[in-house]
T-cell receptor, first 114, second 108 residues
Framework: DTAVSQTPKYLVTQMGNDKSIKCEQNLGHDTMYWYKQDSKKFLKIMFS???????INETVPNRFSPKSPDKAHLNLHINSLELGDSAVYFCASSRWGRSSYEQYFGPGTRLTVT | QKEVEQNSGPLSVPEGAIASLNCTYSDRGSQSFFWYRQYSGKSPELIMS????GDKEDGRFTAQLNKASQYVSLLIRDSQPSDSATYLC????????FGAGTILRVKS
């Protein structure tokens, strides 16, 4: 009964490759997010989707492309991987609206680019 | 100026003491404030949320908010070694912005 799940948990790949990370939530939330946590542990938002619609797109290279097939899923595809993309990527979800912005995080995907 | 600032620590407290974690933010329009706990190698876990000025208590945790001073704090009473983690302050204006986190070490 995992709330927010991500696959894979670990991803090791070479520069120039293309990879995808998948995220699913079973909380009934309609907003999902991708965050990047770098080696200094700083957690920063990349994208946010509300009911399959992109609502936040931070200054992220266009090699990163999120896709939301439905409101329970948000995937992240990364083209032409670079060394600087090495980080932990977290998916999160929340309800939408003034009443609550509490976000719940998945277990993370540790991406290592060699 | 960083949007959300926290002392990186580490903050070391003896077991049973009160741990006090502080956070300041720059966006006066911020509406919602959160504390997350992150153990090494794990994901952030929401432990407290606070939306209005004053104190909010939940078990051993108390969150305090002062919007005029743009200041949020988290008090952990009767600190336990299991509380040793990084505590992330997060502030919501039009998106959730995290501080860099404060490392807390509780020594038995």
């Amino acid at each position: 009964d995992t709330a927010v799940s991500q696959t894979p948990k670990y991803l090791v790949t070479q520069m120039g490759n293309d990879k995808s990370i998948k995220c699913e939530q079973n909380l009934g939330h309609d907003t999902m997010y991708w965050y990047k946590q770098d080696s200094k542990k700083f957690l920063k938002i990349m994208f946010s989707y509300n009911n399959k619609e992109l609502i936040i797109n931070e200054t992220v290279p266009n090699r990163f492309s999120p896709k939301s097939p439905d409101k329970a899923h948000l995937n992240l595809h990364i083209n032409s991987l670079e060394l600087g993309d090495s980080a932990v990527y977290f998916c999160a979800s929340s309800r939408w609206g003034r009443s609550s912005y509490e976000q719940y995080f998945g277990p993370g995907t540790r991406l290592t680019v060699t | 100026q960083k949007e959300v600032e926290q002392n990186s620590g580490p903050l070391s407290v003896p077991e049973g003491a009160i741990a006090s974690l502080n956070c300041t933010y720059s966006d006066r329009g911020s509406q919602s404030f959160f504390w997350y706990r992150q153990y090494s190698g794990k994901s952030p876990e929401l432990i407290m949320s606070i939306y209005s000025n004053g104190d909010k208590e939940d078990g051993r945790f108390t969150a305090q908010l002062n919007k005029a001073s743009q200041y949020v704090s988290l008090l952990i009473r009767d600190s336990q070694p299991s509380d040793s983690a990084t505590y992330l302050c997060a502030v919501y204006g039009n998106k959730l912005v995290f501080g860099a986190g404060t490392i807390l070490r509780v020594k038995s």
